[in-house]
């Protein structure tokens, strides 16, 4: 079974960088092929933000993040990494890890979560 722990959130004044690290246990990402982050913010659905495959290491975005988040993957610590940079109050929200075999935006293609780690972005 694939367990998922999130750390590196934090408090961050707008324009500021965070390094959100997804850490993986019981298994290997590579078992699953596709890491993606989510975010939920206050009163708001979960959504999707970035994801990696593991196979190929091709990179996808949302929209409101391409050019400032960089996703990433280290296969020797067997963690994904989210490097966000350029924040701004609106990336205030918990975000969380998910892996799965199939990817893509909708949540219902990760079966594994984190627990999610918070980024708050003050103005």
């Known amino acids: 079974q694939l367990q998922l722990v999130e750390s590196g959130g934090g408090l961050v004044q707008a324009g500021g960088s965070l390094r959100l690290s997804c850490a993986a246990s019981g298994r290997t990402f590579g078992s699953y092929k596709m890491v993606g982050w989510f975010r939920q913010a206050p009163g708001k659905g979960r959504e999707f933000v970035a994801r990696?495959?593991?196979?190929?290491?091709?990179?996808r975005y949302t929209d409101s993040v391409k050019g400032r988040f960089t996703i990433s993957g280290d296969n020797a610590k067997n963690t994904v990494s989210l490097q966000m940079n350029s924040l701004k109050p609106e990336d205030t929200a918990v975000y969380y890890c998910a892996a799965g075999v199939v990817g893509g935006l909708s949540q219902s293609n990760y079966p594994y979560w984190g627990q999610g780690t918070q980024v708050t972005v003050s103005s």
């Open positions: 990696f495959n593991w196979s190929t290491g091709s990179t």
